[in-house]
């Protein structure tokens, strides 16, 4: 909170920030700028910061949750804008004036090291010319938003919004999951040339933001700018690799026996979302409410402080989780940190991956909870490599209990849905690397500015990564895959996180395999550290490593293989309906 000895008066909630205009705004960060920083007031400055920016940030993320629970309404489209493209980019401005006042003061608080070298970063990186440009992506990305988050599908007659065919992907009927594919592909192929137009503006601006911090392109940029100290782009390449030699034969396995359980003759994209280990689709749940109760009592055999935790988030209104017309796609946990709240946004239709949608987001939503106790903001939130390996690592970890009385499903059910996550884990991997793999080659090529070499480069890399499916005559609909992974567009290169998180996050499970009680232990300690120690570092807290060679990825890959066939040991043997 505020030191009064600082003599600022700050405004008293982040509703009060939301009213204020940006001049107003501004006026705190220049009171901080004028203060005279020695031994006494480092630390009251520190913490006076600290709050101002949480201030800002909950501020901004309660207008960014509205606009994407409700992407049709003008007035929350305009009110996230006015903070992500016009006040945001500006306090990101006085942050680097701030940081550069720290760390020109030689007061260096002790436990800040981690911190200090992001801010000396974003002190380097800082062009005074590429904030209006971040300002006008952001201003892209919110178009993106309301582009998808409006689409809708025609179905038996009516309109509905894209989740919502997630049970028909995955009926017995082939027929039906062709049409509903179909269905779902349709409105990237109508928006094909609008979104290659969106996308051609925000490449032009990334690579401009890159030449004028002097980098020869945004790949170069971006990696400081995620304050990645402990692995470089090179790494990603030798994980690129990696998963092609350990991963792409284990899924190409996997589409081996998917084929052989359905009884086809080679496998079409449609072929992919159900579960060929059952007849009919597992449906967990029906309504929000069941969805919230079974992931409440999963959540409290791994760790009661978890389900206390959840029970926060439910009393207190911070969980959007059905599918409806108007949201913006996907699934998010974000950090109203004042109130140190997570909010946990998805789109459930009532398939199981909404429920390892939520344990994915309670992972976040844990780590959001326990970091608060760290007294600054920039100690409580890591990296996307940490935040990710809390998420991935809960998935794992909470997977026992999905057996009822607890969970949602009968014993051999949550067998048939273990063995279907452990394989999504290894095809995930494979698709990681397809996503990081072809924005290294939009940012370096030298090509990624023209749209049609971008959909061939996509082929392409989906070819190295994802082959073993059928997509003759669909060529067109594999190219438009990119288009709605909205990583591509709104967080570029935010993807391989996910790749070094599920590495982390097997081999946290692997620990639980071994001593349960240990895991969890090892687990909740390294949420607790937030953002205080290098990444390597969090990582060895909770019992990981950071993982890129092929050595190391292979046993991974063997554990998952190895548990999988075990549990597959117990089903029966049951060919899902071909047509």
């Avoid at 790949?219 to 995620?226: G, I, L, S, T």
Wanted: aromatic share 10%; net charge negative.
């Amino acid at each position: 909170m505020v030191d009064r000895r600082l003599l600022l008066d700050l405004p008293r909630s982040s509703d009060e920030v939301g009213a204020l205009a940006w001049e107003a705004i501004r006026k705190f960060y220049e009171d901080l700028a004028s203060v005279e920083l020695g031994t006494e007031t480092i630390e009251p400055w520190l913490a006076t910061w600290s709050h101002l920016d949480a201030l800002v940030s909950e501020a901004a993320s309660s207008a960014m949750i509205a606009y994407t629970c409700d992407t049709e309404d003008a007035e929350k489209e305009a009110a996230h804008l006015r903070f992500s493209a016009e006040i945001l980019p500006k306090v990101e401005e006085h942050g680097v004036r701030l940081a550069r006042k720290l760390v020109e003061s030689d007061l260096h608080p002790p436990g800040f090291e981690t911190v200090l070298a992001k801010f000396r970063t974003a002190i380097d990186l800082f062009r005074e010319e590429n904030v209006p440009l971040f300002s006008q992506l952001e201003e892209l990305g919110a178009t993106y938003q309301r582009i998808t988050g409006s689409m809708t599908a025609e179905w038996e007659g009516k309109k509905i919004p894209l989740p919502q065919l997630a049970p028909h992907l995955q009926s017995s009927d082939r027929v039906v999951r062709k049409n509903a594919f179909l269905a779902s592909v349709v409105p990237f192929l109508e928006a094909k040339d609008e979104l290659t137009d969106l996308f051609d503006s925000m490449y032009a601006r990334r690579q401009r933001i890159a030449s004028n911090a002097g980098f020869a392109n945004f790949r170069d940029y971006v990696f400081p700018a995620k304050f990645r100290f402990d692995y470089s782009p090179d790494d990603c390449l030798r994980f690129h690799d990696a998963v092609e030699q350990t991963v792409v034969p284990a899924v190409a396995r996997q589409l081996r026996e998917r084929q052989s359980r359905l009884g086809l003759d080679h496998l079409r994209p449609w072929d992919l979302a159900l579960n060929p280990y059952q007849v009919e689709a597992l449906r967990p749940f029906s309504e929000a409410a069941e969805l919230i109760e079974g992931a409440s009592r999963v959540f409290g055999r791994v760790d009661p402080q978890f389900a206390d935790d959840f029970h926060v988030m439910r009393d207190e209104g911070l969980l959007d989780l059905e599918s409806r017309r108007g949201k913006a796609p996907g699934g998010y946990c974000d950090t109203l940190q004042v109130r140190g709240r997570p909010f946990i946004f998805m789109n459930a239709a009532g398939v199981m991956n909404d429920v390892m949608t939520l344990l994915h987001e309670g992972g976040h939503a844990f780590h959001a909870f326990a970091s608060h106790k760290q007294p600054l903001i920039w100690q409580r939130h890591p990296g996307a490599e940490s935040a990710e390996l809390a998420s991935m690592s809960m998935e794992l970890l909470a997977s026992p209990y999905l057996v009822k009385p607890d969970g949602y499903l009968d014993e051999m059910d949550a067998r048939r849905a273990m063995v279907d996550r452990l394989e999504d884990v290894l095809s995930s991997l494979a698709h990681i690397a397809s996503v990081d793999a072809f924005q290294h080659w939009i940012y370096t090529s030298g090509e990624g500015a023209e749209g049609s070499a971008r959909d061939d480069a996509w082929l392409r890399v989906r070819a190295r990564f994802v082959p073993g499916v059928d997509w003759s005559g669909l060529e067109r609909e594999r190219a438009s895959r990119w288009y709605r992974q909205l990583h591509i567009f709104l967080y570029p290169f935010y993807y391989i996180e996910y790749g070094i998180a599920q590495l982390g996050a097997l081999q946290v499970w692997r620990n639980s395999l071994r001593d349960p009680i240990s895991a969890v232990r090892a687990y909740r300690n390294f949420l607790d550290l937030g953002a205080t120690l290098p990444l390597p570092e969090l990582y060895r807290a909770a019992g990981a490593g950071l993982v890129f060679d092929a050595g190391q990825m292979g046993d991974l890959v063997a554990l998952v293989e190895e548990q999988a066939a075990t549990l597959r040991e117990g089903l029966p043997p049951r060919k899902v309906a071909s047509d």
